[in-house]
C-alpha cells in the first residue's frame, strides 16, 4: 500500500515512480503503465475506492497522443513492449466490464 500512496501523491499518471529520487517519471511514453498494472490488484485486494479511481483515471488517458510507441521501439527489449501492451490491451477490455459490475452491485 505504501507503494501506490507513493505513485498516488507522487506520480499520479506518470508512468512511475523512481524509487530513491521520489520522481516521477514517463518511461513508457506517458502511458501510466502504474496505474494500469495496479488495477487487477486493486481490485484482488477490494480496495473499492483506488480502485473506482485508477479505473475513471485510467478512461481518460488519450493513447493517441502518446510518446508509447516510439519509445518503447527504442527499446533493446522486446518483452518489455509486449508486456506493455498486453496489459494496455487485457485492461481495455476488462475494465469497463468490471466497472460496470461493480457499479451495479
Known amino acids: 500500500m505504501r507503494g501506490w500512496k507513493s505513485y498516488k501523491k507522487y506520480a499520479w499518471l506518470r508512468d512511475e515512480l523512481a524509487p530513491v529520487s521520489g520522481e516521477a517519471k514517463t518511461t513508457f511514453g506517458g502511458l501510466a503503465i502504474t496505474l494500469v498494472d495496479a488495477l487487477d490488484v486493486l481490485w484482488i485486494m477490494d480496495l473499492d475506492d483506488d480502485f473506482r479511481l485508477a479505473a475513471a483515471a485510467a478512461t481518460q488517458l488519450d493513447f493517441a497522443n502518446t510518446t508509447a510507441l516510439t519509445s518503447l521501439r527504442r527499446q533493446s527489449d522486446t518483452s518489455a513492449v509486449l508486456t506493455t501492451a498486453s496489459k ?14 461493480q457499479v451495479q452491485a
Open 88 to 101: 494496455d490491451i487485457a485492461w481495455r477490455i476488462q475494465t469497463p466490464q468490471t466497472v460496470s459490475r
